[in-house]
């Protein structure tokens, strides 16, 4: 029997080529994301689309019922929707602070309360989070976005120690660099949120690093797709899966190094 799989922000990026990959391994996809016509692609391929709003009570409560409705069963919650605005936490307006962690955190927490019945009742589940190597190691100018991650990673561990009693699987995806539409948008805001202040020669300079790291070959959605398959697919998935290889080094020299060393070390990046 296929698997029935849940999966939000679907639309673009790691959601969009996730939805894929399951859908060509012969996974039961149903695909939400605010934008309805990105989804309406994925509909020649099988994916079963509908509108989704994480931050939304009714609209989560809506997914959920389709999902049970047609199926009776939810194997797997994908948990990818995310939201992003960089800027100094001086200069990030407060109502976009919120946002982030009403869509990185708030929004994942009541879908994955929604789910949690239907999974314990059939004994079984996969919760996959989609986190980011940004929920262990902090850069300048995305404390909000860092703060929201770190709140993930805290979240996501509590989860798994509860719910595994009952046959669920929590796991973690740590994203590093990916060549994603989320990108664009967030060095957007970047460019936006110091303006001429004090910040802006600070955000000139981790734009550009950025793009040049992109533009050397930071890796497609598809790599993290990839993981996330393996993690459904094991038997005993790991509590964290870091990708590219380029973000287990990022970790491993966060644990690694003293934070005054660290601090040197980001500095002399942007320099």
């Not at 959920?64 to 100094?88: C, M, S």
């Not at 993981?227 to 020299?253: E, H």
Request: glycine fraction near 10%; include cysteine.
């Amino acid at each position: 029997m296929a698997e029935i799989v849940l999966i939000t922000g679907a639309s673009s990026g790691i959601g969009r080529a996730t939805a894929q990959l399951l859908l060509e391994e012969g996974y039961t996809v149903y695909a939400g994301a605010r934008r309805l016509d990105k989804l309406k692609e994925l509909e020649p391929l099988g994916a079963k689309v509908f509108p989704l709003d994480v931050t939304d009570d009714i609209s989560l409560k809506n997914a959920v019922e389709t999902v049970v409705k047609a199926e009776g069963r939810i194997d797997v919650l994908i948990n990818n929707a995310g939201y992003g605005v960089n800027g100094a936490v001086e200069d990030v307006p407060m109502a976009e602070a919120r946002r982030q962690f009403e869509v990185n955190v708030f929004g994942l927490a009541r879908l994955t309360q929604l789910v949690l019945p239907v999974m314990r009742a059939q004994g079984s589940g996969k919760i996959i989070n989609i986190s980011s190597i940004a929920g262990k190691i902090t850069m300048p100018l995305g404390g909000w976005y860092h703060a929201s991650k770190h709140a993930l990673e805290a979240y996501s561990d509590a989860l798994r120690l509860e719910v595994g009693r009952f046959g669920i699987k929590v796991v973690l995806i740590e994203p590093g660099p990916i060549k994603t539409e989320w990108d664009s948008v967030a060095l957007a805001s970047l460019s936006k949120c110091p303006g001429s202040g004090p910040y802006a020669p600070l955000a000139d300079k981790l734009i550009t690093k950025f793009r040049a790291g992109y533009r050397k070959g930071a890796p497609g959605p598809e790599v993290v797709a990839a993981v996330i398959l393996k993690a459904l697919r094991s038997k005993r998935p790991g509590a964290r899966y870091p990708v590219p290889f380029q973000a287990r080094i990022i970790i491993f020299l966060n644990w690694f190094l003293p934070d005054r060393v660290l601090d040197a070390v980001i500095n002399f990046f942007l320099k």
